[in-house]
Nanobody, 125 residues
Framework: QVQLVESGGGLVQAGGSLRLSCAAS????????MGWFRQAPGKEREFVAA????????YYSDSVKGRFTISRDTAKNTVYLQMNSLKPEDTAVYYC??????????????????WGQGTQVTVSS
């Protein structure tokens, strides 16, 4: 079973940058998809970005495309989310998630069966 631990959240001014990390322990497979989701107060958890560990294909929500970059370090079993040009509306708890062998859309959170505890990102205006 895979366990996920996020780190790297914090408080940043608008226009600044943060890098989130998601360290996976336990067994991982090359067909896994790793995703980042976020949840703001009073809102549903929403898809942010995902990466297929096999092939490195990446996916982004329209709201973060061009500002966020998801990447992986297979040797360290770690996935990163580099967040640039942050906006106050990016404020949320960010969660890392893992899924084995997703076919089709990677944006559906119900397809992910392992979640981290979340890390808070706050962007001040």
């Amino acid at each position: 079973q895979v366990q996920l631990v996020e780190s790297g959240g914090g408080l940043v001014q608008a226009g600044g940058s943060l890098r989130l990390s998601c360290a996976a322990s336990g067994r991982t497979f090359s067909n896994y998809v790793m995703g980042w989701f976020r949840q703001a107060p009073g809102k549903e958890r929403e898809f942010v970005a995902a990466i297929r560990l096999s092939g490195g294909f990446t996916y982004y929500s329209d709201s973060v495309k061009g500002r966020f970059t998801i990447s992986r370090d297979t040797a360290k079993n770690t996935v990163y989310l580099q967040m640039n040009s942050l906006k106050p509306e990016d404020t949320a708890v960010y969660y890392c998630a893992a899924a084995a062998g997703i076919r089709g859309s990677v944006t559906d959170r119900s397809k992910y069966d392992t979640w981290g505890q979340g890390t808070q990102v706050t962007v001040s205006s």
